[in-house]
């Protein structure tokens, strides 16, 4: 048998639970060694007991044999789907031979409580305690005993506010549940199988509770965003052998107290006094009977959503490198990476005594730390000893961004094993991998996925250290095709979606923020930030960008399907406040954080007005509305007719002469003929007048490189990349970078940190540079036409000081990579692996090309190779000259 059917996956996840989606997706990947390998037909079988599926009766659904090669993106497409369901699926397929496959493995998923009335469950909470201003975690835990044998258990839970889940004993869940939405407006329930946890008998479950996004502060807009205080919502559903039902929810039978979190914030760090701990609180037996009664919530009007976004948890820990000892008798750590989450540390000492972790990115010319660019949030976390021998303490509600840490009134001596630093963000599965001959090139990369690992938890956050981690929408959708080759963020951005679209203004605006944490609904933005509007140019688009991102990487079309109206309501917004398509100068971001070079805020918004139409009318294109695609195509050309009235001349050259401003038009296709040549030796001539230098802010970075390399300046673009003086992304990494930072000016050795109220040293957006090394130096592409990689556009384009360049994308289908090297001699040589399922057109650098050492006539870069799956060998020769 030549195929064989892996990796089944619902709805991006395998074996998801709780899900509301009424016509999951399936997904499922070929394993096969021969080259070329495709299905020419599938049959999905879906059961509603395992049994059943073993004997292969989709008593749900059974798709029959469909002639198709789709392997992704299958929707359901049998009966309705009921709550609390339980589905088990399998797939058979057919190779180009006709030939059957065996039947896969079993996968499944559960669906969540899909109606508002199955919620018995009251929103439990503990009340305010007077005269403290940060207010302790409260605890909450119910007894319970279940008689008979269990079959299966099932806890559905969320928060106003965090919760940790507890059931007799041990932890159940993740990090930071339920996630950061408009709490307003939404709320993600968390669905866990808790059946070998619990027991015939006895059981308990509790939890602990945080203020988190809910009630604590968020970023500089204050504390009680959307509520005084955290409440908790739980259903635990229990069914016995015996067939009878029972239900454990949160109630006013639960019990409440005060335990050993004096305050746990996002911004504000945390305490914890190890002496007011409540042993055995979690679990069966405990004696609660001093414990207060819960209040409950009158209830709740969001939505209660099924969680989207990938669980956030601690994927790796740090060991420091090297400690000192300050003349204050405190120790300065360093974690050799500049890193988000918290520490953990191991201390033994005398019954209240207080050890303090300070967190800091940097420090200061006299090694102590840099807490400078701050501003109010604070990275502090105090422990107090209970004195009962080893002791270790690591916080659980809030994070922070550092290199360095202080470990303050450590009692004894601290060397290298007394701390750990626990790296936490949004668990997406890294997809991409990246190497270069090199070492600057690949510490850039390096830096580009700590940034990504820094800034994703729950919402793509523009920095995780000063009192901000705000999902702005710009940042995000500049990084979101970097993103989307380095980590799966197919769920991560589907959940960023509905954020973009809670917040959207009626006027159809979509906002710089999302969640908009109140910002505009509270009129913040008109008392304490007045420069705030909720449609700004390069942010507000992340509305239209990031759909089309993950329509391309994944060939989700559903994205596109359920935000259309949103976005048309985007463009109709933009088009409505324009002065004949061309949109005004107003307050807005501009070319954010741009180093001398101020880009005129109307080019740079008209320019994104047409970008946005043109993408959705491409949009409307992929979902067959033909009127609109046309409609779109129709006012992007009239607003890129506009453009060049208003802004460009006969000699190519556009107001305001920034590098921004040709970037811009170049890659969102606004210039024609003579104009556009001219336009791009005019770019090149800036880049040249300022010593091979980059000049571009958020807007302008991610297409810079592009834009040249599509223009005939790949020289231009290695340059720019390889480039070590002042501003370039090498020269932060001379200076020792270990992450992206915010400015291009963020240190530099003529005037030491920049303005400390903005200068953070973890900032994604400047490594939007990420893509084009995956698009064009590996040559890693998405054919719109065929998306999620069915096919590949393979193009590696060799240039500069590289000499080797090898990168790997884990596709839906699998993994696709390339490896390149050049010879000092000219000869070239490429490997190319594609998928299962996947067909790639490779179009090779130089002349005389060969494939698997056989010449292949007319092949370069004009004219494409087409392969199937496996793996395959090109040589060829390239001349001095270049590519
Ligand atoms: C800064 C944020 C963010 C940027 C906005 C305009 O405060 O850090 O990165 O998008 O401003």
Redesign the pocket.
Known sequence: MSLRVVHLKTEYVVNPLGLDEKKPRLFWRLDSTERGAAQSAYRVLVASSREALDRHEGDQWDSGKVASSSQIQIEYDGKPLVSEGCYYWKVQVWDGADRPSDWSETAFWTMGLLDRGEWKAGWIGRKTEANVQMQPSPYVRKSFAVEGKIQRATAYATALGLYELRVNGEKVGDLFAPGFTDYDKRVQVQTYDVTRLLTEGDNAVGAVLGDGWYCGTVGFLGDKVYGERPFFLLQIHIELADGTKRIVATDSSWRTNRGPLQYSDMIKGEAYDARLELDGWDRPGFDDSGWEQPDVRPGYNGLLTASIEPPVRITETLKPISVRRTESGSYIYDMGQNMVGWTEVKVRGERGRKVTLSHAEMLNPDGSLYLDNLRVAVQQDHYVLKGEGEESYEPRFTFHGFRYVELIGYPGEADLETIVGKVIHSDTPRTGRLQTNDEMVNKLYSNIVWGQRGNFLSVPT??PQRD?R?G????AQIFARTASYNMDVSRFFTKFMWDMIDAQQPSGAFT??APDAGWIRHKMWSTRLNWFAPD?AG?GDAGVVIPWTLYLMYGDTRILDTHYEAMVRWVEYLKANTNELVRPDYAN?GD??SIDADTPKEVLATAYFAYSTKLLSRIAGVLGRTEDEAHYDALFRDIAAAFRRAFVDEEGRIHGETQTVYVLALQFELLEGRVRELAIARLVDNIRARGNRLSTG?LGVGYLLPSLTDNGQLDVAYTLLTQEAFPSWMYSIKHGATTIW?RWDGWTEHNGFQTPS?N?FN?Y?LGSVGEWMFRYMAGLEADPAQPGFRRAIVRPLPGGRLTEAKAEYESLYGVLSTDWKLSPDGRFRLNVRVPAGATAAVFVPGADVRMDGQPVSGAGMSLAIEIGSGEYVFESHISSTGV
């Open positions: 523009d920095c901000e705000l702005w929408t710009g940042d710089d923020v700004n942010w971001y954010w954080l958020f915010e903005m953070s900032h957006s």
